[in-house]
């Protein structure tokens, strides 16, 4: 499900500014690359929902 991987995203980018522990860059990178379709798919779904509620507004 999206939100939740929206909020796994979210938890890493706590460890990334609060530097919780050491952080390994290539499990960074990863997680970053890995994220960028979660948000991309995130992005997806929020324009859809704004179609349908423009049109059902008109």
């Not at 390994?24 to 997680?31: H, M, N, R, S, T």
Request: net charge negative.
């Amino acid at each position: 499900m999206i939100a939740e991987e929206v909020r796994e995203m979210k938890g890493f980018r706590k460890v990334l500014v609060h530097g919780y522990g050491e952080i390994d860059d290539g499990l960074a990178f990863e997680a970053i690359k890995n994220g960028l379709s979660v948000f991309e798919t995130f992005i997806l779904e929020i324009e859809k929902f704004l179609r349908s509620y423009s049109s059902s507004k008109s």
